[in-house]
């Protein structure tokens, strides 16, 4: 055994061998967390535009009414708003995410299975909550013209698949 460690043969392939191990190591560590970067600023774009729709909805809404006879009426305001809210969350149903509208930190209308969640805590960017051990992608928008909030939330084990793929490629590789 002695003479193995000693000869010029173990001395050359070795620190060789220990190296090529430091380096994949390091590049597995490094191209996961690429991967998982990736997959995490696809889940911001699709949220950016989800939002860009719920805001278009909402300005659309807005303008439809401000040139309506019933632009000073308080409860056509109501009623329009409300319709508003409900064709947000249906279109975020359509788009298989969970979603509310919030007017302040009270709901004004929101997806089936919407987590209750503080509104407040919900800054514009892409975040991941959990929420009773589940964990969300979150992302919100305000539309200030009413004071709203739209809250997009897809539950991060809908992305599992994608993560796995990422350590499937990674370990094969």
Do not use: C
Not at 22 to 43: D, G, R
Not at 62 to 74: A, I, P, Y
Request: proline share 2%; aromatic share 12%.
């Amino acid at each position: 055994m002695k003479k193995i460690f000693n000869s010029i043969i173990f001395r050359l392939v070795a620190p060789i061998l220990i190296l090529l191990a430091i380096a994949s190591w390091f590049l597995y560590v490094e191209t996961k967390s690429q991967l998982h970067e990736i997959i995490e600023e696809t889940v911001n774009t699709e949220f950016q535009h989800l939002s860009k729709e719920a805001y278009a909805i909402s300005e659309s809404s807005l303008n439809s009414l401000l040139q309506s006879e019933n632009r000073k009426n308080k409860i056509a305001l109501r009623i329009k708003k409300i319709k508003t809210a409900r064709k947000i969350t249906d279109y975020f149903s359509d788009q298989k995410v969970l979603g509310a509208v919030f007017d302040g930190n009270k709901i004004v209308a929101e997806s089936k299975k919407f987590p209750s969640i503080d509104a407040s805590l919900m800054t514009g960017a892409l975040v991941t909550l959990i929420h009773q051990e589940k964990q969300y992608f979150a992302y919100s928008i305000e539309f200030a013209p009413w004071n709203w909030k739209f809250i997009i939330l897809k539950r991060h084990e809908d992305y599992e698949e994608h993560f796995d793929n990422v350590d499937a490629i990674v370990n094969y590789a």
